[in-house]
């Protein structure tokens, strides 16, 4: 039997939604696109470098989950992501990857 996939409740994903939001606009956080060896993505919380050649986008919402929750073991980062990026609609996905795109270094 396959399990049910539970989403975030709608005000938890916009939440964490805003603050992802939030920190595309601010000066407190860069991200830069490099090739890892061994990551998908890392951040020491005032740049996130994500790797190319992985699912970018998702890294991104895993390195912010970092920088929001830095105490977070990372089993909780993992499901909290895994449950994030279930919660998104088609267009929240569109609207996330056009504001990385902009600010990409």
């Not at 396959?2 to 939001?21: E, F």
């Not at 996130?48 to 105490?71: N, Q």
Request: aromatic letters at 10%.
């Amino acid at each position: 039997m396959k399990s049910k996939i539970r989403k975030l409740p709608k005000g938890r994903r916009d939440y964490l939604l805003k603050r992802i939001y939030g920190l595309l606009r601010s000066d407190d956080i860069s991200v830069v696109i490099i090739q890892l060896d061994g990551y998908q993505g890392e951040t020491d919380f005032e740049t996130i470098w994500l790797d190319p050649r992985k699912k970018f986008l998702s890294t991104f919402l895993h390195e912010c989950i970092h920088v929001f929750y830095p105490a977070l073991a990372e089993s909780k980062v993992l499901a909290l992501e895994y449950r994030l990026r279930e919660s998104l609609t088609n267009r929240q996905w569109l609207n996330l990857t056009r504001r990385l795109l902009e600010v990409i270094q």
